[in-house]
């Protein structure tokens, strides 16, 4: 019968939030046993606020001492990995990232080759290869700059050992502002946006009232506060002036600030 133990876990990721995030796969479980032990577990989408593809967490006690999982291993006591050898991704469904860097090692043959592919949507933006070795760590500076989708193909068809990746500027509704900056989350696709994150939509003047609280005095006083915000998204160059008019018009057309019939 196996015994069962739980690798020690330590604090090692930063908040997705923040414009660097140092991702060290140590605070995620993995279960070894013996035998025959180690074991590994997928890491789960959301690690780091991204999404992981055939990648894997493993802690690497037991295993023998020449493999890349544990000469390349920055901090203690996970490292990741691409399961199986196969091509394995690191991706944000409808948002944009930075990858920075990471430190790679071959992880059971002396020296692999590792290609990295990374898209925005369909484009391809980036296709470098790196060759890496299993007596230790390479610390890789990727600098791949908004991609949706990063590809690791390594050759021959072999795991690579990750640690200490470092991504930047998650912005998960991939509208050019990253969560850190972002005051308007899910902002919708294709829409322009200010320096907040936000679309005009989502800073207009509400027809129910200021954002102070209670309600407009008349109709004049909604349509000034709509005029403002409008003429504040032309000056910062995100609408036309047509587009400015259109939306001062649909405001005046509204009831918004209007006292119903009979009201004192």
Known sequence: MAIFSVCLASVGAVSAGDADALLTFDELPTTTGYPPGPYYDSIPNGYGGLYWGNFAVICPSGLVPEYGYITGMISPSNVAFNVFGDSASIYLPGGLFDLRSAHLT??????????L????????????????????????????????????????????????????????????????????????????????????????????????????????????????????????????????DALVLEAARSRCGMRAKGAE
């Open 106 to 115: 071959a992880g059971t043959m002396p020296q692999l080759n590792i290609r």
């Open 117 to 244: 592919q990374g898209y925005a949507g369909a484009e391809l933006l980036y296709d470098t290869s790196y060759n890496v070795t299993q007596l230790g760590p390479t610390l890789v500076q990727f600098n791949y700059i908004g991609v949706d989708r990063v590809v690791f193909t390594t050759t021959p068809h072999n795991p690579l050992a990750m640690d200490n990746l470092i991504v930047a500027n998650i912005d998960r509704d991939g509208d050019g502002v990253p969560d850190a900056q972002d005051l308007c989350a899910a902002t919708p696709a294709g829409v322009v946006v200010d320096e907040h994150g936000c679309s005009f939509e989502q800073v207009a003047p509400s027809c129910a009232g200021p954002a102070t609280g209670g309600a407009w005095k008349n109709h004049a006083e909604y349509l000034s506060a709509v005029t403002s915000a409008a003429n504040a998204f032309l000056a910062a160059g995100l609408i036309t002036e047509e587009e400015r």
